[in-house]
């Protein structure tokens, strides 16, 4: 097989892994919430979203009707061969994801205002590289839903205010947020660099699975106290109270000018949708977050 079409096939797959059947981290956690909720209304609502889960597997269809933004994390190696032709192949595998999942069509032109139909468009599927050692690509497909979206918040808080500032930059978001991300959720944090960068890298964040401890001491310390500062606001389950407004917090960084604080962050709703995959240079595949199907 062509490399391109092994590309293809890989990315159609963790499509439609992703939208169907959430990974295991992700489960493990709502089932742990809803063990541990001691909210009625928050209890009723995680045995919802687990019989909602429960559904999805049963009947191999999108486990919920947003099935998002199409973006794809791209790792590659730099003796990879193939890579001129990844992102033709990513934009087939929407195609063809979008007509056989199916998938909702939910690319719009801002400015006309016209669905592309196919979840395709200028700079849709977005694709982020990153160059690597060796001569393997790994794929990673986010089906970013439009809700979780639409409350991203981004500040440039006082850099006098350091860590005391970006906490409350965090929990005002959440608070304001409120039931509109489809809590509870995951929450990728991105502090430093610039404006932009703090947004990907809180968005890159939401990647890494929430039973994985943050390798550095500080930020692990940091993202304990946002998860339970996060959850002390009692927002709860789909916003109707209870202990669990978020899962899990993921916090990344970025050395920062010392003028400037920048602090994005990033929302899940409760269906984390993410799969990943690894082509080897013989061609072999490795799905990593699901089996393949």
């Known amino acids: 097989m062509e490399i391109q079409d092994t590309i293809e096939d890989v990315a159609f797959n963790l499509l439609k892994q992703a939208v169907i059947r959430l990974p295991s981290d992700v ?25 909602n889960i429960e559904f999805a597997e049963k009947l191999n269809t999108p486990i919920c009707q947003d099935t998002g933004t199409i973006i794809f994390y791209v790792k590659a190696g730099a ?92 929990i005002d978001a959440v608070i304001k947020a409120g039931a509109k991300p489809c809590p509870p959720n995951t929450l990728g944090v991105g502090v430093g660099g610039g404006a932009d960068i703090a947004m990907k890298l809180a968005k890159k964040a939401l990647l890494r699975p929430l039973n994985q401890p943050n390798l550095n001491p500080d930020l692990r310390k940091l993202e304990k106290e946002l998860y339970e500062a996060a959850n002390s606001t009692g927002i ?32 899940q709703c409760w269906a984390a949708r993410r799969a990943t995959a690894r082509i080897n240079a013989d061609g072999a595949v490795e799905y990593s977050t699901h089996k393949a199907r």
């Open 79 to 170: 003796q990879a061969r193939g890579l001129e032709k990844v992102e033709a192949a990513l934009r087939r595998a929407t195609k063809r994801a979008t007509e056989e999942v199916p998938l909702r069509p939910n690319a719009v032109d801002p400015l006309t205002r016209k669905n592309s139909g196919d979840n395709t468009g200028r700079f849709i599927p977005f694709v982020h590289w990153e160059i690597t050692d060796g001569d393997s690509i790994e794929i990673t497909a986010l089906p970013k839903g439009g809700g979780s979206e639409n409350v991203s918040a981004l500040g440039m808080i006082t850099p006098g205010e350091g860590i005391k500032g970006l906490k409350k930059f965090v």
């Open 236 to 267: 709860g389950p789909m916003g109707l109270g209870g202990k669990f407004t978020v899962l899990g917090v993921n916090v990344e960084y970025a050395h920062r000018h010392p003028a400037s604080y920048p602090v994005g962050v990033a929302y």
């Open 27 to 51: 489960k493990e956690a709502l089932q742990r919430a809803y063990e541990e909720e001691t909210s009625e209304a928050g209890k009723v609502n995680l045995k919802a979203i687990l019989t």
